[in-house]
């Protein structure tokens, strides 16, 4: 664009209104600058827009050009100082935009940390309720542990309850279990004691014996680390004695009595 | 009207970056009026708009350096200096609060009210636009004394960009052939 038709394209009156931004007032800054003509019609446009808007309203009072005066000495009017070179270009407008984006950008800030915020408290959330199930989980097994124990305590202080010590025989001597039975209604529990765990497939079984007959009170195991060894067997109407035989897994109808490891009588 | 200086504006910058006492005296007599006819579009009380004319005059004078002509002219520096002092003054509450118990039809939000018969009228009161259309007045009152960018004005008046340069154009031709 050369300087007639900057002129004549009514970018200079636009361009003195403040109305340019960017590139396009540097463009035209620049021609003014390089170019005389466009330059007195700038100042042209100036002048006649300095009287459209002297015209419009009164004048200010004849005393306030030495108030200005004395202002612009006196160093107490420093507040003023905080204008910045941009902002002057930069119209009211633009300068409540970017205010807008910072509170656009406070708020996005504001929100993520909510977010993250809202993850890390579900997370915890979920733990928590990992943890309260895990509890809940154990609390249940601590119930049902403590009523059988109570039901064995119950068992072992009956006052028809008997206790019977049985010994290892010839062929294991030193090991010890004991029985505890109830002649008034046939309970029956089994302390394993001193037994060894079975081998696989294998399983003890406890027989009582009365005139001679082997009875099945079936079978039980031995669990090495188990802190309550206590089982509570099949209910026997009567004996004379126990004896424990190691066989097949499950159970047999009639004991291998040369797999008898420990006995006792009443 | 005051008389004017004949001064160019380098000069006159000049003076005033020396902070000289002549460089002051032109600067308000060249300009005064012209700034007082902008803030008093915004600042509608009198006393009021002459507080903002001198704070103005003392941001001028404290930022001179800060004045860029790779920007702009001095002038339109000036008056973006008193239209943003208006626009601060009259957003502060003790002027709002004045306005609220006062008038409050004339507390339209500079640079962003419509454009209204009442806004024209205002021009044209002196007599200098009141025989100019209205199509020419209105686009002088947006620019120059409301501070539309050339988009705003577009959209204002709901008229291509084009039509905003040649109307500006047209409008201070009638202008200056008044003078």
């Given amino acids: 664009m050369n300087a007639e038709e900057l002129i004549e394209s009514g970018k200079l009156e636009l361009y003195v209104a403040g109305a340019l931004q960017g590139m396009e007032a540097r463009e035209v800054a620049m021609m003014v600058k390089a170019n005389n003509k466009v330059q007195e019609e700038v100042r042209a446009i100036e002048g006649a827009l300095l009287a459209l808007l002297s015209s419009t309203s009164g004048v200010p009072s004849s005393s306030l050009k030495d108030k200005v005066a004395g202002a612009i000495q006196s160093p107490f009017v420093t507040r003023q100082n905080a204008i910045r070179g941009e902002e002057v270009y930069e119209r009211k407008a633009i300068q409540v935009s970017s205010l807008t984006w910072l509170l656009a950008a406070a708020c996005v800030a504001l929100l993520v940390t909510f977010g993250v915020t809202a993850v890390l408290l579900n997370n915890k959330i979920n733990e928590d309720q990992a943890v309260l199930t895990a509890t809940k989980e154990e609390y249940k097994s601590t119930i049902i542990r403590s009523e059988k124990l109570a039901g064995e305590l119950a068992l072992i202080n009956h006052q028809n309850t008997r206790k019977i010590f049985l010994s290892g025989v010839a062929s294991s001597p030193g090991l010890k279990a004991i029985v505890y039975w109830n002649n008034l209604n046939g309970r029956v529990l089994i302390s394993p004691l001193s037994l060894p765990a079975p081998p696989a497939g294998k399983q003890y079984q406890l027989w009582a014996l009365l005139d001679g007959k082997p009875v099945s009170a079936g079978v039980f195991d031995v669990v090495d680390d188990a802190d309550d060894k206590l089982q509570e067997l099949k209910n026997i109407a009567g004996a004379q004695a126990f004896a424990v035989t190691l066989e097949e897994s499950g159970g047999v109808l009639t004991p291998t009595l040369s797999a008898t490891y420990v006995m006792g009588k009443l | ?179």
Wanted: glycine content about 6%; overall charge neutral.
């Fill in chain 2, 1 to 179: 009207m005051s008389v004017r200086v004949e001064i160019n504006s380098e000069e006159l910058l000049l003076l005033v970056r020396q902070r000289s006492e002549k460089g002051f005296s032109v600067l308000y007599d060249n300009y005064s009026a012209a700034l007082f006819g902008v803030i008093s579009r915004i600042v509608k009380d009198n006393a009021s708009a002459e507080d903002v004319l001198q704070e103005s005059f003392v941001k001028i004078w404290r930022n001179i350096e800060q004045y860029d002509d790779c920007k702009g002219t001095f002038f339109t520096w000036m008056l973006n200096i008193a239209r943003n002092a208006s626009i601060d003054y009259v957003r502060s509450r003790p002027y709002l609060q004045k306005q609220r118990t006062g008038n409050e039809k004339d507390l339209n939000a500079p640079g962003v009210s419509p454009v209204s018969p009442d806004n024209i009228e205002h021009i044209g009161v002196r007599g200098m636009v009141m025989n100019m259309e209205t199509q020419y007045s209105e686009i002088l009152n947006l620019l120059y004394f409301n501070g539309y960018t050339q988009e705003e004005v577009s959209e204002a008046l709901n008229i291509p960009l084009g039509t905003v340069k040649t109307r500006a154009r047209r409008a201070l031709q009638i202008l200056r052939n008044q003078f």
